[in-house]
């Protein structure tokens, strides 16, 4: 069983991609119908992409 441990790993480790790709698709392909909404998303993502620059 412990000489095991990196192919569970390795195995973890793309099955927890695979569901993290699945779950942003599904999340992109919810429309947003409400312009408060679609305004403030906006805003979110502005200002975490300037922190993503600032750092």
Do not use: S
């Amino acid at each position: 069983m412990i000489e095991n441990i990196p192919e569970i790993a390795a195995v973890t480790g793309v099955v927890g991609l695979a569901i993290a790709v699945l779950l942003y698709t599904q999340i992109e392909k919810i429309k947003i119908e409400n312009a408060t909404v679609a305004d403030i998303t906006q805003q979110i993502r502005d200002g975490a992409m300037a922190f993503l620059f600032a750092e």
